[in-house]
């Protein structure tokens, strides 16, 4: 939060504005060229338009912070999209990241967490070309790095509580198809997972979670659009 705070401190002490609970919803473009957004308010845990309180602002530059593929399919106009869609048609989609977001009632370092991050690696890991292996297949033989951070000054949250995370590499194809009640139980599946391996590492560190919420390539993809 002091690093969105300093940012927001930045923008408005040179005369710009910030505003949340936003969200663009199109590209507006003049003579060739991105000249504005349309924007409007969001509504938590959807991408869905809302058409509230829409707006078109101008602007001279627009910075466009989502993935090529969203800003091509989804904000600019159809045909400016498809030009830019051919730029990177035979382009593969990376991979992406899971990550188990947790909160903590005590400090992993009191807990016998030493380190800022640890890796948390298949016991049988003993090559490159293992590790390659383990970034794929079951959440319960992937590689996975856990962050502490208690263990800097990182003004997240007060000091007799931490937060933490539990991350892998993960694929947005994995998440697809699913219905919203599949999805709901595929976390929690893989939050169960990922609980269970970091208790093998640290085991006190499982009953001192106070809150734990997964974040799949879903909802990267939803945050970048």
């Known amino acids: 939060q002091a690093l969105s705070d300093h940012l927001v401190d930045e923008i408005t002490a040179h005369g710009g504005t910030v505003e949340t609970e936003r969200r663009v919803t199109d590209l507006l473009v003049k003579d060739g060229a991105v000249a504005g957004v349309r924007h409007e308010q969001s509504r938590p845990g959807t991408v869905n338009e809302t058409g509230v309180d829409a707006t078109r602002e101008t602007a001279e530059y627009v910075v466009a912070n989502a993935a ?3 800003v091509a399919d989804e904000l600019l106009p159809a045909k400016y999209g498809q030009q830019l869609s051919a730029q990177f048609d035979d382009w593969s989609v990376a991979p992406s990241l899971t990550t ?3 909160g903590f009632e005590t400090p992993p370092s009191e807990l016998g967490c030493d380190h800022y991050s640890t890796v948390i690696a298949p016991p ?3 090559s490159l070309e293992d590790s390659v292996d383990a970034l794929r297949g079951s959440y319960g033989r992937r590689t ?3 962050v502490d951070y208690s263990q800097i000054d990182a003004g997240l949250v007060g000091s007799e509580k931490a ?3 539990v991350t892998t590499i993960d694929y947005l194809s994995e998440w697809k198809g699913l219905t919203n009640t599949e999805y709901r139980e595929k976390k929690q599946q893989v939050t169960d997972v990922l609980l269970r391996r970091l ?3 640290f085991s006190e560190l499982p009953p001192a979670v106070s809150h734990a919420e997964l974040a799949t390539p879903r909802t990267i993809r939803r945050y970048t659009l």
């Open 68 to 70: 090529l593929p969203l």
């Open 100 to 102: 188990l977001h947790l």
């Open 124 to 126: 049988d890991l003993t």
């Open 144 to 146: 996975l790095s856990f």
């Open 163 to 165: 937060v933490g995370s």
């Open 199 to 201: 208790g093998e590492q």
